[in-house]
Each structure stands twice: as C-alpha cells, then as structure tokens.
C-alpha cells in the first residue's frame, strides 16, 4: 500500500468582474502612448509606469464607481493576481499608494510646457465638442 501523499495544489479564487476589460481598452485605443508622449518615465522610477497606473485607477474608479485615491491600494492588493497579468509586470503593494497616485494626478493636471496646471475653458471645451465628427449635423 502506497501512503505516500502527493504536494497539494494552491487555488486562488480571484474575481475577475469587468476588470479585464476596463484594462484592455485603453491598451486597445493606444492610451499609453499617448501618455508616454507627453509624460516620459523618470529614470529612478521603480514599479509601474505612469501609463499602468492609470490604466489601472482608471479601472479601479470605473469598476468601483469611486474616485477615492486612499481605497484603490487595498482593490489593487485584491485584484493582484489579474492586475498583474493584464498589466504587464508583477505588482508591488506600493504601487497603488495615494501617494503615487497623487503624483500622477499632478502630472496629468500640468500643461506641460511652463509645468503649470492646466485647465481647458470653457471656450476650449466647446471648440472641442463642436469639432467632433460625431457632432456634425446632417
């Protein structure tokens, strides 16, 4: 008689919800390089580039239907696992922090060429819309 057991399998059980896709369009429409254009990634950066994080805030406000930057580190340590699959990299706990959220935050609000923030008028949003091919009349 064989009493010999056999190593057990570790199963994660890991909802997926809409995160797979909140992830993937932006990667589909080209986001990151657009973002890479404009906001280059600083040598010493460690961890996710500022195109994976919001990518990945993005997915966190959409899926949760919360704008809170303080509660996205803890769904991002939930969500590891797919996270770091469809983001690329392996995700570290300090990725997601407020902190480096709030730096991205500043740099998406600065025009970048006098490193100033950067709000559209209303003039320019207008403009904006009334260009938009899907607003012409027929």
Known sequence: MN???SPKAEILVERLD?????????QLIGL?????????RHGSQLG?????????WTAYILSEADHRKVAVEDWATEHQ?????????SLRRT???????????????????CGKPSRPSFGQI????TSCPHNESD
Do not use: N, W
């Open 126 to 129: 207008a403009s904006m819309c």
């Open 18 to 26: 809409d995160i797979p896709l909140l992830i993937s369009l932006p």
């Open 95 to 113: 990725d997601f922090t407020d902190d480096r959220l709030g730096q991205v935050s500043t740099y998406l609000s600065k025009d970048l060429r």
């Open 48 to 56: 996710l580039s500022i195109v994976q994080l919001v990518v990945g």
């Open 32 to 40: 990151g390089g657009l973002i890479d254009e404009v906001i280059p």
């Open 81 to 89: 696992s797919i996270l770091s699959e469809l983001l690329g990299v």
């Open 3 to 5: 009493t010999q057991h």
